[in-house]
């Protein structure tokens, strides 16, 4: 065959012959040498597929530089005859280019163009292709662009660009399908961003910047050949910036304004409602405050002070101490202790039974390591009144969860010695007391204010008094110096003390039982929620009080069962129901010791006898209206921790 | 629930009715080609444009199942194999004119003619090339899948020609599909280079001989909707 001949005698044709049958114009070499070159054929294109044109180079041989001393000869595979035929037309206009027009060429069928020195004898290059091979279109032409769209920030647009294909190209017909491929760049930018393939005659550009200049240009190929023709003029696009960000300014400056606006509207909301929102939102603690001491001395560590002033020498101090001062603030809680019955301290007997249930004249005391009362029990209760619920004048609080009833401790406080027999008589448990805060006053005795009028109402209950234990005989075990031992007896004694309740139940007595289960709904279970209280038990039992008897004040935690049975207080005062209240009082009844946590060490003191001991029992003209239980049908209405009530402060006498 | 289907089907039937008789019936026609009845109503622009699409579609795997065997298999220094006259392509049994002027003066009878004769005569290299193609050791799948999806078009290709001319030329004639004996034998070789070369020029051959079909259709086509501009060239 004439191929492998070709190919074995010239290497350099070779080489030229294995490029592909579409090649550069004019002017591209391929030749490995650049030094020197041989004449080869620099290609061969069509742009329409009717006609093509093929270019030589004479290379550096000097000899052949002269015009005619090469030839294109060609060589159709449907030749008759199998010579190769002079190039039909050499163009005038190109140097070395041979054109063959539309009688010379046909489709799919296999040409062969040559090199050929016919002085030498020498072909120097062979190239053979079929036409539809070699086809490269031109240019489109009326390459043109339109503005799509803006985006709304101004910053981008997209663009249509749109053009026609080649005159050439007969795309009409049919006889060349074409494929485009735009190309677009930024005026400086080197790279050329290449768009997807597209049939049709336009392409839209997407993203283009605003004020950026860019360039876009176009070539096509014949569809399923990858042969590119030249690109189109380039055409430039640009889209000059919008200054529309005064239309955004208005917007965003009465934006401003309104968020400015509304922002100070509630702050004037706020602040003219200061007060109001305060309580709603912020319920104030009652700081601990014992009418004549100074709160900072109900801190820890500061027993000592306390203990003086209480003992005596400061109860002149506190008995004097105005009493009203804080009346008009009611959610001051304050202790307030009448010092002022020795005559009561030899009823030690009798202030036993009545903290077991006669009246609520019995002296309430407990032992509050807190309050640190002093020996000579000289801040004993002067509340200790035989018309206690007259007087209103004394109120103690003592919260009373769980003791034990077996162990009764005796108050470590100055309150413990003179006291004992009448806390024996107390067979409720003994929580411990804290009472913090007293009235920086200073007084020499605190006044206890309990809970009078009526049923004593609870709700004045405010003296908190860490009742260390209860004594057999139902005396309350005030302990002032046993803060820290406290949370350990509590979970131990809770299950023993309400044995003890229980235990106490059984008595053969029924007043004893009566007197017992009195003092058990006397002792009000007070856990404060926050502020200076410090509630060390935890599990400490607790029942619900009487829903009628709004005395609980003091409650943080939830009572321990809606359904135990509370039982009627007899102290708790009709005069203010406290609706949804209910004040955790220990059941006697409620077997299940159900231990809720912080459990107030609380023990709400009724009166305080002339011993200044604690009385827990209701009065009892008033207890027999109130003793009988009542089921659980009427909760206590709500009250924040240490609030008094302006009707039940009225009651208050100072 | 039924009946709402009922009446939504029924309301569908209604609205789609038109469309059903001028585009739904092309559908069964392109399955049942073999069947004149099921495919007479179906016009001769919608046929012969499926036709064109057919033949494009062809062109362009045929064209790169080619351009997949020529990198995978053929050495470089063999490539470009047009650059060289050593291989031919079977011819056939008519010549083709190869100019467009020449094209543009035949008739139409002789292009739907010779548009069937390519196609005829190309199914049986086709199966040919896919047996070829599975004996080579790392023919790539794409190849195999594009071979084999080209020998199935040409199938429903000539189908449609076949309707077509009945169409265009009232012609009957049997659609019967007589095969060129030029292919080469069989007994060679996978991977030898002959072997080699001779599926890779059956690959050119049937690309030329694609392109040559959808030049066909397509100046049948302008010829269709353009009778004038079309042989003004």
Known sequence: ?654 | MNMMQVMQSVVWAVLLWPCLVSLGVPLECKDEQGSIILCASISKEKLLDRVIQHAELIYRVSEESCTLFEEMFVPFSMRSQRNQAGYTCATKAFPIPGSKSEIQQISDKWLLHSVLILVQSWIEPLVYLQTTLDRYDDAPDTLLKKTKWVSEKLLSLEQGVVVLIRKMLDDDMLTTSYYEQGVAPYDLQPEVLESVLRDYTLFSCFKKDAHKMETFLKLLKCRQTDKYSCFLH
């Open chain 1, 1 to 654: 065959m004439a191929a492998p001949s070709f190919l074995l005698l010239f290497p350099l044709g070779l080489l030229s012959a294995v490029r592909s049958a579409s090649l550069m114009g004019p002017g591209s070499m391929t030749s490995s040498d650049p030094s020197v070159q041989a004449p080869h054929l620099t290609g061969c294109k069509s742009s329409e597929q009717e006609t093509f044109r093929c270019w030589w180079s004479p290379g550096s041989f000097q000899n052949l530089t002269e015009p005619g001393a090469l030839q294109i000869q060609y060589w159709k595979k449907n030749d008759l005859t199998k010579e190769w035929k002079e190039c039909p037309d050499y163009s005038s206009s190109v140097k070395n280019e041979c054109f063959f027009n539309k009688n010379n060429t046909v489709i799919w069928i296999k040409y062969c163009v040559r090199l050929h020195s016919e002085s030498q004898n020498k072909t120097y290059d062979t190239l053979c292709f079929e036409l539809q091979d070699i086809v490269h279109p031109d240019p489109p032409v009326a390459l043109n662009w339109t503005l799509l769209n803006i985006s709304r920030s101004g910053l981008n647009y997209d663009i249509m660009a749109s053009w026609e294909p080649p005159p050439s190209a007969d795309v009409s017909v049919g006889w060349l399908t074409l494929v485009y491929e735009v190309q677009y760049r930024r005026r400086n930018s080197s790279h050329w961003k290449v768009l997807e393939h597209e049939f049709g005659t336009q392409q839209s550009i997407y993203g283009l910047q605003t004020g950026e200049a860019y360039e876009v240009r176009v070539h096509c190929a014949m569809r399923a050949f990858n042969n590119f023709g030249e690109f189109s003029d380039v055409i430039f696009v640009h889209v000059p910036e919008i200054p529309n960000k005064e239309s955004m300014f208005p917007v965003t400056l009465v934006l401003i304004f309104g968020a400015v606006g509304v922002a100070i509207l509630l702050m004037l909301i706020i602040f003219s409602q200061q007060q109001r929102l305060m309580v709603i939102l912020l319920p104030p603690v009652p700081a601990p405050k014992i009418k004549g001491i100074d709160p900072a001395l109900l801190k820890k560590g500061k027993l000592d002070e306390l203990n003086f002033i209480l003992s005596g020498a400061g109860m002149g101090a506190l008995h004097s101490y105005p009493p009203d001062l804080y009346q008009d603030v009611p959610w001051v809680e304050f202790i307030e202790l009448d010092a002022d019955e020795p005559g009561e301290k030899d009823n030690q007997s009798s202030d036993s039974q009545r903290l077991l249930g006669h009246n609520n004249h019995h002296a309430n005391h407990g032992c509050s390591h807190g309050l640190g009362i002093p020996d000579d029990d000289s801040g004993r209760a002067s509340s200790y009144d035989p018309e206690l619920p007259d007087q209103d004048t004394l109120m103690l609080m003592a919260a009373l969860l769980s003791c034990q009833p077996d162990k009764v401790e005796p108050c470590l406080g100055n309150w413990s010695h003179s006291s004992t027999p009448s806390l024996d008589v107390l067979e409720v448990p003994c929580p411990r007391l804290q009472a913090p805060g007293l009235p920086p006053e200073g007084g020499e005795r605190h006044l206890v204010q309990t809970q009078l009028g009526g049923p004593q109402s609870w709700v004045n209950m405010d003296f908190y008094a860490q009742v260390s234990d209860v004594t057999p005989t139902g005396g309350v075990v005030l302990s002032p110096g046993q803060q820290v031992r406290a949370p350990e007896n509590t979970p131990t004694t809770e299950k023993d003390k309400m044995g003890k309740m229980e235990g106490g139940e059984e008595e053969s007595e029924e007043e004893e039982e009566r007197r017992t289960n009195k003092l058990k709904f006397q002792l009000l279970v007070v856990v404060p929620e926050t502020g200076g209280y410090t509630t060390e038990s935890s599990g400490w039992q607790m029942g619900t009080p009487d829903p009628s008897s709004p005395g609980e004040v003091y409650h943080t935690f939830p009572p321990p069962s809606a359904e135990s049975k509370p039982h009627q207080e007899a102290y708790l005062p009709a005069t203010t129901p406290l609706g949804d209240y209910q004040s955790p009082y220990i059941l006697p009844d409620s077997p299940p010791a159900q231990f809720l946590p912080p459990v107030s060490d609380y023990t709400v003191v009724q009166d305080v006898d002339f011993q200044h001991s604690l009385l827990l029992n209701p009065p009892s003209p008033q207890r027999s209206p109130t003793c009988s239980p009542q089921p659980p049908s009427k909760p206590l209405p709500v009250m924040p921790i240490g609030y008094l009530t302006p009707d039940l402060l009225g009651n208050l006498s100072p």
